[in-house]
C-alpha cells in the first residue's frame, strides 16, 4: 500500500471531529494556568510510535512519510503532538489495524473509566 | 483536584501545580487505541512501558562524549564528519537502538555540523520537534516553540542573541532544519583555556545548548552549575 492511498483513505469521521476540537494541549494548558508545552500523554505516544516500528507493524519510512504527509495536509491546522497523535491513528484506520467502531466503543469505555474516579 | 503538600512530606507546605482538570478525547484516543493496539497483539504493555522509561531516561551526556573525543582525537572527529551515525557506536551509542533499527522519532540519518572561526550552526526543526534524541535526550520546552521554530530561521542573529550569544558580524550563521529526513548536530570549536584538559574534562563544558547551538562552551560553564549570577546594579535599600 502506497502512502498516497493512506492520505487518500478516509476521511474518518471519528478524527474529523476530534480535529475540528478547540480542545489541543496548546488551548487548554493556558486555560489552566499550566506551563508545561506538552500533555501527560505525549510521551505515550511516542512509545506506541516506537513500539510499532519496533514490531514491524509499521515500517520506519513508511511511517515517517504517512506522518509528514498527513500532517502537511489533512491534519496541517492541528498543533502538536495532537497531529502527530491524529496522523497514527489515522494510519492504523487506513491500514485496518483498528476499526473505527471498535475505536469509538473503546473511546467511550475509556472515557467512563477515566470520569468513574 | 487540588491538594497541598503537608510540611512533614518534605514538600513543603505550598499548592499543587496546576494540572488541566479536564480529560480530552485527545487523551482518550491516545489510550483506547493503545488498548486495542496491545490487544490486537501489535505491541505488548511491557514494550510500551520499555520504550516509555527510554524516551524519558535519555540525557545531552552521549552528544558532550562525542564532542569531546572528536576534539581529543583529529581521526575520530573525520570519521564523524565522514559517518556521524557509524562513529556514535565508537562511543557506545547505537542509534539503532532500542528498536534494533532505529525509531520514528530519530530518523537514522545523522549529519555532525562543524563551527569554524567563521562560520557557527544552529539546529531547528520547523514543522515540529525532530531532534537527536540518542545523542541529546528529549528536546527543551523552548526547542518546541513556534517563538524559536519560526523566528530562527528568519531573523537567527537576533533568536540567539535572546539566549545571551552574540556574535561578531563576520561570523556567517547557517540555520540547519531537522525536517528533511535527517537529524542534525552541532561540533562547537574547542575553546582556548582546555590545553591538555582529558576528555572528561572537556565534555563536562559541552552542554546540551552548546550542541543545539545556541551557546558556545568555555571553561568552568558546565551544565551542573547553576547559572546564577549576582545582580550588577542591585536594588539600594534606604
Known sequence: ?117 | MSHTHSPGDGGGDHPAAPMVEEITDFEVLEIAVRELAIEHGLFTAEDHRRFTEWAESIGPAAGSRLVAKAWTDPAFKKRLLEDAVKACKEIGIDWAEPTGFGTPSDYMNLRVLEDTPTLHHVIVCTLCSCYPRPLLGMSPEWYRTTNYRRRLVRWPRQVLAEFGLILPPEVEIRVEDSNQKCRFMVLPMRPEGTENWTEEQLAAIVTRDCMIGVALPRPGRTADVHPVQKARRPVQRS
Open chain 1, 1 to 117: 500500500m502506497s502512502d498516497k492511498d493512506d492520505v487518500e483513505r478516509g476521511p474518518f469521521q471519528l478524527l474529523e471531529a476530534l480535529r475540528n476540537q478547540d480542545k489541543t494541549w496548546k488551548t487548554l494548558a493556558p486555560r489552566y494556568g499550566v506551563t508545561n508545552p506538552n500533555p501527560p500523554w505525549k510521551t505515550s505516544l511516542t512509545a506506541m510510535c516506537d513500539c510499532l516500528v519496533a514490531n514491524g507493524v509499521l515500517p520506519l519510512l513508511d511511517w515517517r512519510r504517512a506522518e509528514d504527509e498527513l500532517g502537511e495536509t489533512v491534519y496541517r491546522d492541528v498543533p502538536a503532538p495532537e497531529r502527530q497523535l491524529l496522523a497514527l491513528v489515522h494510519v492504523m484506520l487506513s491500514r485496518g489495524l483498528v476499526s473505527e467502531t471498535d475505536l469509538a466503543q473503546r473511546m467511550r469505555a475509556v472515557r467512563a473509566r477515566l470520569e468513574a474516579v
